[in-house]
């Protein structure tokens, strides 16, 4: 072998010494890429993760309807409110003072909570939008953010509050011995239909998705005047209802801070 061959060999060991570091090159690169790539995907699934976990927490908060708007939207506004015609429900239990006397508080948050999730079960099933809870009330309404127009509308209330009274009927004797209650649970019920403000009201450190107007307060009126185990419906609401209008007494109420005398319709599980 001369010199010529020694240079050519030499050139050929370079060449693919050359050609092997760039190979390791190119497959540190490609490691590189994706460890990258698998980073990003584990990072995505740790935001999505925390995402579902925050969606589910606010799902606590609001109701179902309203927490869908809130994510769901890009155009979504803190401060939008309208003008809509609701079918708005109260609902309180009777004698709760004295039933909640007589809890400790570990039994009353228990026993509110095994009521609440039932009732509330209940306004879903019919695509009521759970509005707030206050103590033991509950106030639900209709009509946003989706309507099946403003009859449909009040007679889905009109469904629920049947069946939420149906459902503590049928399971009085175990919710009294299941809490050691003294007397059955009973509840009232106040329907009333009207135009209200819907919407967020509130400040920038803390917002509420509510409805306002006076609809809503004939609507807890009415509740407050319901016989016990009863359905109290005021006129627009008894009208927009239709042939669901069934088993009706009519009634004349007084109500506080209501001018005059209302005219409703009462309907109560031990008439049925």
Known sequence: MDAD???QLQRQVSKLQLEA??????????ER????????????????????????RLSQYLSP???EQILGSEEFSGLETNKKNLTIFFSDIVD?????ER??????????????????NIAIDFGGTIDKYIGDSIMVFFGDPDTDGDSEDAKKCFRMALRMQETLKDRRLQIKNDFNLHEPLRIRIGIHSGSCSVGNFGSKHRLEYT????????????????????????EATA?????????????????KGVDGLITAFQWNIRDV
Do not use: W
């Open 5 to 7: 061959d020694i240079k």
């Open 21 to 30: 570091k760039l190979r390791k090159s190119v497959a540190n690169e490609l």
């Open 33 to 56: 890429q994706k460890n990258l790539v698998q980073k990003a995907r584990d990072e995505a699934e740790e935001q999505r993760a925390k995402f579902e976990r925050a969606s589910e």
């Open 65 to 67: 309807q309203i927490c």
């Open 96 to 100: 709760f003072t004295a039933l909640s």
């Open 103 to 120: 809890m400790s508080p570990d039994e009353l948050k228990n026993f509110l909570h095994f009521y609440m999730t039932e009732m509330s």
């Open 211 to 234: 409805a306002i107007g006076r609809a809503v307060n004939v609507a807890a009126r009415l509740e407050k005047a319901c016989e016990e185990e009863g359905v109290l419906c005021s």
């Open 239 to 255: 009208t927009l209802l239709k042939d669901d209008a069934v088993n009706l007494r009519l009634r004349h109420v007084k109500a």
